[in-house]
């Protein structure tokens, strides 16, 4: 079955970290370009990350610096580490590989709060 499964989200105080983990399965993650999409309570999905298959990545302004995106292709795994969480980081995150929106994982949810 080809699908992505997010895990790792959770409720963490400002200024803490998480590890998300999205997991492939029924395809080779290394032959496509991966993405972090988060959607925030009562707004729209907004692209956060993305990695290619050299490796290369990019980041939305509001997360450069502190949130990292990596892969394991050995594993079929993708990974998001968050560190210096915001209140306003707080969203469902999505695992999506492209090209476009090609396939998206189930989300995991991320709360930052005191």
């Known amino acids: 079955q080809v699908q992505l499964v997010e895990s790792g989200g959770g409720l963490v105080q400002p200024g803490g970290s998480l590890r998300l983990s999205c997991a492939a399965s029924g395809f080779s993650l290394s032959t496509y370009v991966m993405m972090w999409f988060r959607q925030a309570p009562g707004k729209g999905l907004d692209w956060v990350s993305t990695i290619d298959t050299d490796r290369f990545t990019n980041y939305a302004d509001s997360v450069k610096g502190r949130f990292t995106i990596s892969r394991d292709n050995d594993k079929n795994m993708l990974y998001f580490q968050m560190t210096s969480l915001k209140p306003e980081d707080t969203a469902v995150y999505y695992c999506?590989?492209?090209?476009?929106?090609?396939?998206r994982g189930q989300g995991t949810q991320v709360t930052v709060s005191s």
């Open positions: 999506v590989r492209g090209p476009g929106f090609s396939l």
